[in-house]
């Protein structure tokens, strides 16, 4: 089973950074497709980003310009760099992974983003 285990979520001003982490316990060349989702209360869970085995990025639109993914095969972690932090991103946000026929889910980390 694999398992997918988030960190560096907190509390942060607006207009503050945070910098999602998402270890991998299966290497994360396995999956075709990395991204982080995100749920705010009383709304569903939604994209924020995701990069793909070949390198591309998609992106919400309320986040272009301000969030970053990347991943790390060799240390199996997937980031997301969060800049200009405004308080419509406090929400939990979720790590993703999708295989040829599988996917898996992090159990969550908060970001709350208030002054």
């Known amino acids: 089973q694999v398992q997918l285990v988030e960190s560096g979520g907190g509390l942060v001003q607006p207009g503050g950074s945070l910098r999602l982490s998402c270890a991998s316990s299966r290497s994360t060349s396995y999956f075709n497709t990395m991204g982080w989702y995100r749920q705010a209360p009383g709304k569903q869970r939604e994209l924020v980003a995701r990069i793909v085995s070949g390198g591309s990025t998609t992106y919400a639109d309320s986040v272009k310009g301000r969030f970053t993914i990347s991943r790390d095969n060799a240390k199996n972690t997937v980031y997301l760099q969060m800049n200009s932090l405004k308080f419509e991103d406090t929400a939990v946000y979720y790590c993703?992974?999708?295989?040829?026929?599988?996917?898996?889910w992090g159990q969550g980390t908060q970001v709350t983003v208030s002054s």
């Open positions: 993703n992974a999708k295989g040829w026929a599988t996917e898996y």
